[in-house]
């Protein structure tokens, strides 16, 4: 059974620093792309980033670049979320979830697995 | 960036009635490989999403066929075909064609 757990949440005061954790396991992790999407208190939710099978590439929210890092441990079946230069609207429930893969073209499958979520409160 | 627009944002439903969603997105989702990159997921009360359709109509492992999926383009529309007490919660679509973009949401709740 696939699980993918979260963890890393906590309150961190504004401009502080937080790294989140999303541990997979009951699949092969270094197969599949990984995502992180967050939900603020009472909101939707807003896609985060996405880092490929290997680590080689990843993109990011526009509202998130340049302050969010997401990297991954294949080795360890660890997703990560560096977050830096925290600010209140990063307030959320963050969550990891698994990109799908089709057996057959075009081999898309949505995020199909997701978490429970780790909440963050960016809070003085 | 796409923008995904969903109505009715409120959808007050008695089980055993059908209902839908529509989603709209401010450019075509349709690739160039035939495939519209849509997406829906229900997330239900104090749980995580789950998907539901990919693919614009692609029931996700274990989906009940009363939900489907369809449209093209820019237009698309969840359908279930009678709603029943366990399909509550926020219903939204979202865009995979370029990067990443999610609808504000529809709440399907139970008359």
């Known amino acids: 059974q696939v699980q993918l757990v979260e963890s890393g949440g906590g309150v961190v005061q504004p401009g502080r620093s937080l790294r989140l954790s999303c541990e997979v396991s009951?699949?092969?992790?270094?197969?599949?792309?990984m995502h992180w999407v967050r939900q603020a208190p009472g909101k939707g939710l807003e896609w985060v980033g996405v880092?490929?099978?290997?680590?080689?590439?990843?993109y990011y929210a526009d509202s998130v670049k340049g302050r969010f890092t997401i990297s991954r441990d294949n080795s360890k079946n660890t997703l990560y979320l560096q977050m830096s230069s925290l600010r209140a609207e990063d307030t959320a429930v963050y969550y990891c979830?698994?990109?799908?893969?089709?057996?057959?073209?075009?081999?898309?499958?949505?995020?199909?697995?997701w978490g429970q979520g780790t909440t963050v409160t960016v809070s003085s | 960036d796409i923008v995904m627009t969903q109505s009715p944002l409120s959808l007050p439903v008695t089980p055993g009635e059908p209902a839908s969603i529509s989603c709209r997105s401010s450019?075509?989702?349709?690739?160039?490989?035939?495939?519209?990159?849509l997406d829906w997921f229900l997330q239900k009360p104090g749980q995580s999403p789950h998907l539901l359709i990919y693919?614009?109509?692609n029931r996700s492992s274990g989906v009940p066929d009363r939900f489907s999926g369809s449209g093209s383009g820019t237009d698309f529309t969840l359908t279930i075909s009678r709603v029943e007490a366990e399909d509550v919660g926020i219903y939204y679509c979202?865009?995979?064609?370029?990067?990443?973009?999610f609808g504000q949401g529809t709440k399907l709740e139970i008359k």
């Open positions: 009951g699949i092969i992790f270094s197969n599949y792309a």
């Open positions: 693919l614009g109509s």
């Open positions: 450019q075509s989702l349709l690739h160039s490989n035939g495939f519209n990159y």
């Open positions: 979830a698994r990109d799908g893969v089709e057996a057959a073209p075009p081999y898309y499958r949505g995020m199909d697995v």
């Open positions: 880092i490929s099978y290997d680590g080689s590439n990843k």
């Open positions: 979202m865009q995979a064609r370029q990067g990443y973009t």
